[in-house]
């Protein structure tokens, strides 16, 4: 992770070098480093502190919070650590210390004990060295107060802590999960014309819908309509591979709460045309691509997967 995170930094070490980039620049250069949707925030962001802050970053909490895709916790850690404004963070871990410190009970799951809990942190923030105070208590629930067997010997506040003293480690903090695992089955298309390969970017999918990726779509019982095949894959899957596609392989993807079972389905065309014309009709824009380069076109550990079973191919 460190070296992809590194050679990102390398490429845009600056918030204006970060502005200016194209964004499928910028999230072939994140792969790897998680989702795609924090590069688009991060790329948003440092335009935005280009056109309002001259490319500086602001110093106050509600200026941070205008930030794309920065939140509460991560406007105070910035805030705390780089500037050593009295701003306590609330991350996982720093929930967990705080729940059992303070013999905390309730979900802590919800939005209810964000409220709680944050009120909680800023009591017990060191005012004198916020950054400092921070890091240490997120770092004392990350390798001291772990989620299963804490080390509560080792921890510098197992004297007060409510869960140590009345051994209710295992219960505290209550965690309820409202969202279940979402199981779904799909196709993911591979059409070849000569050994250039078929990419689609269809603003209505419900997953990679800002980037070129390979057409694909959700086959099998659906939880709401947001999951529903598009017209466009299923006129590629009608009119393209006809009533008998050839299967390559199988794999399994997740994200988020998500887990999906894809097929991976492919065909041989003697001509673009008709496909393009079909990308035409439905508003879609579309792409040939090689396949050396698809994981940099479709940036993606999607494309990945796919591409293990392409390598054994004679397109």
Same mark, same amino acid.
């Not at 995170?5 to 964004?23: D, G, M, N, Q, V």
């Not at 440092?46 to 001259?54: C, G, R, S, T």
């Not at 299923?234 to 709460?257: M, V, W």
């Not at 990308?279 to 940036?299: G, M, Q, R």
């Given at each position: ?9 390398? $490429?845009?070490?600056?918030?204006e070098s970060l502005a200016s980039a ?19 925030? +991060? $790329? ?19 200026? &941070? #919070?205008? #930030? ?25 871990? &720093? ?5 059992? !410190? ?5 979900? /802590? ?15 017990? +923030?060191? +005012? ?17 107060? #772990? ?24 219960? /505290? ?34 997953f990679l819908k800002e980037m070129f ?22 006129? #590629? ?27 991976? +389905? ?22 040939? &691509? ?21 390598? !054994?191919?004679?397109?």
């Amino acid at each position: 992770m460190l070296p992809l995170y590194e050679s990102f930094i390398k $490429r845009f070490p600056t918030p204006e070098s970060l502005a200016s980039a194209e964004e499928a620049e910028v999230l072939a250069h994140w792969k790897g480093l998680g989702y795609y949707s924090r590069a688009r925030n +991060l $790329r948003k962001a440092a335009i935005f502190l280009v056109q309002n802050y001259n490319g500086s970053f602001p110093k106050d909490l509600t200026s &941070v #919070l205008k #930030l794309p895709g920065i939140g509460n916790y991560t406007a105070r850690a910035v805030l705390s650590i780089a500037y050593d404004l009295p701003l306590a963070v609330l991350d996982g871990n &720093v929930k967990r210390v705080l729940s059992r !410190y303070y013999g905390y009970s309730e979900n /802590i799951l919800t939005s209810k004990a964000d409220i709680d809990l944050q009120k909680l942190a800023d009591g017990f +923030l060191n +005012l004198d060295h916020p950054g400092d105070h921070n890091q240490a208590v997120m770092e004392l629930g990350s390798t001291i107060c #772990l989620p299963e067997s804490p080390k509560c010997l080792l921890c510098p506040l197992t004297d007060s802590c409510f869960a140590r003293i009345h051994q209710m480690t295992s219960e /505290i903090p209550l965690r309820v999960k409202d969202k279940k695992q979402i199981q779904l089955t799909a196709e993911i298309l591979v059409f070849f014309y000569k050994k250039d390969i078929l990419l689609v970017r269809e603003p209505k999918m419900r997953f990679l819908k800002e980037m070129f990726h390979l057409p694909y779509g959700f086959t099998g019982e659906i939880p709401a309509e947001a999951y529903e095949p598009t017209s466009l894959f299923l006129a #590629l899957r009608k009119s393209l591979l006809g009533p008998d596609p050839k299967t390559i392989g199988q794999f399994k993807h997740t994200i988020t709460h998500h887990k999906m079972n894809f097929s991976v +389905l492919t065909s041989q065309l003697e001509e673009k045309s008709r496909v393009e014309t079909l990308a035409k009709e439905f508003a879609v824009e579309s792409k040939w &691509v090689t396949l050396s380069t698809l994981d940099s076109e479709f940036p993606s550990s999607l494309a990945s997967k796919v591409k293990k079973f392409l390598l !054994y191919l004679e397109p």
